[in-house]
């Protein structure tokens, strides 16, 4: 299976999505900026968040990064 922040980043890609487009998703653009850096772990609302709107499988994002 796919890194759960690259697959982020290649969803993200693929809808032409900037940070601040995700920001609306997990919070605010720091808080994305950290994630996508990998400073900062998905929480489970995070990944909730993520499932629904970027329809990334939930397996996919509760892996250890």
């Known amino acids: 299976m796919p890194d759960p922040i690259?697959?982020?980043k290649?969803?993200?890609q693929q809808k032409g999505?900037?940070?601040k487009d995700l920001a609306e998703v997990v919070g605010f653009k720091s808080?994305?900026?950290e994630?996508?850096?990998e400073k900062r772990k998905l929480t489970l609302d995070?990944?909730?968040k993520l499932n629904s709107t970027?329809?990334?499988p939930t397996e996919?994002?509760?892996q250890d990064y």
């Open 6 to 8: 690259e697959a982020i």
């Open 10 to 12: 290649f969803r993200m």
């Open 46 to 48: 995070m990944i909730r």
């Open 60 to 62: 996919v994002l509760v």
């Open 35 to 37: 994630i996508l850096s």
């Open 17 to 19: 999505m900037k940070q």
């Open 31 to 33: 808080r994305v900026s």
């Open 54 to 56: 970027l329809h990334i």
